[in-house]
Antibody, heavy 113, light 110 residues
Framework: QVQLVESGGGVVQPGRSLRLTCSAS????????MHWVRQAPGKGLEWVAI????????YYADSVKGRFTISRDNSKNTLYLQMNSLRAEDTAVYYC??????WGQGTLVTVSS | QSVLTQPPSVSAAPGQKVTISCSGS????????VSWYQQFPGTAPKLLIY???KRPSEIPDRFSGSKSGTSATLGITGLQTGDEADYYC???????????FGGGTELTVL
């Protein structure tokens, strides 16, 4: 069945790095734009980044530009989010989403000393 | 402060109808398709409406979407207690080259 499964979340100290992974199955991964969206505790949805189907085009929210990198490996049906220089305000559940139509269950990232 | 403006909360009685508004500008709602999402506490958002007024096959026709100018609206008829959730609108912003969401609306079925 069509599915997205995020992993890689956890507790990390401010200034450190973390890489999130989103494993896709049940659809032709290399045909779809992919997104990362986050949600801080008790807050609304905040879009983070988008990557085109072939990985050639990427856009980022201003809040993460220069610190986060979205990428994909179409041979592995996998989406990534490399997060560097993490801050307390990056604490959130991170969702990957196919075209913003299908969403994964999310992975929690907590930035705390 | 979200780019798209939604009312923080709406409420109505079971069986009644409610509408949720989403106000933007010409660079987002006015010129790009709007989607609506339903989110229950502790779960991932679920697509309710895409391309302004289209429903995924599994979404009941009690849910509808419309758009006029720089505003979009989600309508829910025959309200059920199980519809109590947060609802978000979202679209692409052509000027900012980002996806923008509304701040979310909490629906209470009294």
């Amino acid at each position: 069945q069509v599915q997205l499964v995020e992993s890689g979340g956890g507790v990390v100290q401010p200034g450190r790095s973390l890489r999130l992974t989103c494993s896709a199955s049940g659809f032709t991964f290399n045909s779809f734009t992919m997104h990362w969206v986050r949600q801080a505790p008790g807050k609304g949805l905040e879009w983070v980044a988008i990557v085109s189907s072939d990985g050639s085009n990427k856009y980022y929210a201003d809040s993460v530009k220069g610190r986060f990198t979205i990428s994909r490996d179409n041979s592995k049906n996998t989406l990534y989010l490399q997060m560097n220089s993490l801050r307390a305000e990056d604490t959130a559940v991170y969702y990957c989403a196919k075209d913003l139509y299908l969403w994964g269950q999310g992975t929690l990232v907590t930035v705390s000393s | 402060q979200s780019v798209l403006t939604q009312p923080p909360s709406v409420s109505a009685a079971p069986g009644q109808k409610v509408t949720i508004s989403c106000s933007g500008s010409s660079s987002n709602v006015g010129n790009n398709p709007v989607s609506w999402y339903q989110q229950f506490p502790g779960t991932a958002p679920k697509l309710l409406i895409y391309e302004n007024n289209k429903r995924p096959s599994e979404i009941p026709d009690r849910f509808s979407g419309s758009k006029s100018g720089t505003s979009a609206t989600l309508g829910i008829t025959g309200l059920q207690t199980g519809d109590e959730a947060d609802y978000y609108c979202g679209t692409w912003d052509s000027s900012l080259s980002v996806v923008v969401f509304g701040g979310g609306t909490e629906l209470t079925v009294l």
